[in-house]
Nanobody, 123 residues
Framework: QVQVVESGGGLVQPGGSLRLSCVVS????????MGWYRQAPGKQRGLVAG?????????SDSVKGRFTISRDNAKNTVYLHLQMNTLKPEDTAVYYC???????????????WGQGTQVTVSS
């Protein structure tokens, strides 16, 4: 089993900063890709920032230069962080952490998702 738990959301004024964190833990054999996604009311969920299976970073054009994704590894646990600076009202959304995890050499990878954390940017 794999667990994905996000934290760090909240209410912030425009121009402010927030740091989101995600803990991926459990039966991790290999992680192929992982990232942060967001979904605003009435819109589709989309990638904010992520690591590809090769370790490269990928950012949505709307957050380049403002958001930074980082990753820390520990035994059977991976921490994924999203530092969000110069926040704008249009960044308001539920932010989800996702990891493409292989739990056994004989099994294919599966996308695991957290429950999401609300980020609201408003004065």
């Amino acid at each position: 089993q794999v667990q994905v738990v996000e934290s760090g959301g909240g209410l912030v004024q425009p121009g402010g900063s927030l740091r989101l964190s995600c803990v991926v833990s459990g039966s991790i054999f290999r992680i192929y890709a992982m990232g942060w996604y967001r979904q605003a009311p009435g819109k589709q969920r989309g990638l904010v920032a992520g690591f590809t299976s090769g370790g490269a970073t990928d950012y949505s054009d709307s957050v380049k230069g403002r958001f930074t994704i980082s990753r820390d590894n520990a035994k059977n646990t991976v921490y994924l962080h999203l530092q969000m600076n110069t926040l704008k009202p249009e960044d308001t959304a539920v932010y989800y952490c996702s990891a493409d995890v292989q739990t056994s050499p004989g099994l294919g990878p599966y996308d695991y998702w957290g429950q999401g954390t609300q980020v609201t940017v408003s004065s």
